[in-house]
Nanobody, 124 residues
Framework: QVQLVESGGGLVQAGDSLRLSCAAS????????MGWFRQAPGKEREIVTA????????YYRDSVKGRFTISRDNAKITVHLQMNSLKPEDTAVYYC?????????????????WGQGTQVTVSS
């Protein structure tokens, strides 16, 4: 069993930065890819970014390219999401997810474990 716990969400103003963290525990983490999803009220859950097991490959949705950065520390079993230049449209609950696939994957149904989510609210 794998447990994922997110932290770092909060209320910020447009243009500010936040750093989300996801701590994993349980089964092997280093061989798994990881992703961050978000879900705004009334909208479907969407992929924000993903990183391969090695950390060498990443994916970003177009709206966050150049502003968000995903990273992982396999020794500490954590994944981070650095979010800069935040916009009101980034407001959502952000979820960390783990996939047993070692390569970058973006579909929600390819992820095997999910965290509880952390709220990010960006005011204008």
């Amino acid at each position: 069993q794998v447990q994922l716990v997110e932290s770092g969400g909060g209320l910020v103003q447009a243009g500010d930065s936040l750093r989300l963290s996801c701590a994993a525990s349980g089964r092997a983490f280093s061989g798994w890819s990881m992703g961050w999803f978000r879900q705004a009220p009334g909208k479907e859950r969407e992929i924000v970014t993903a990183i391969s097991a090695s950390g060498g490959y990443t994916y970003y949705r177009d709206s966050v390219k150049g502003r968000f950065t995903i990273s992982r520390d396999n020794a500490k079993i954590t994944v981070h999401l650095q979010m800069n230049s935040l916009k009101p449209e980034d407001t959502a609950v952000y979820y960390c997810a783990a996939s047993q696939r070692p390569y970058v994957t973006t579909r929600p149904d390819t992820f095997d474990y999910w965290g509880q989510g952390t709220q990010v609210t960006v005011s204008s």
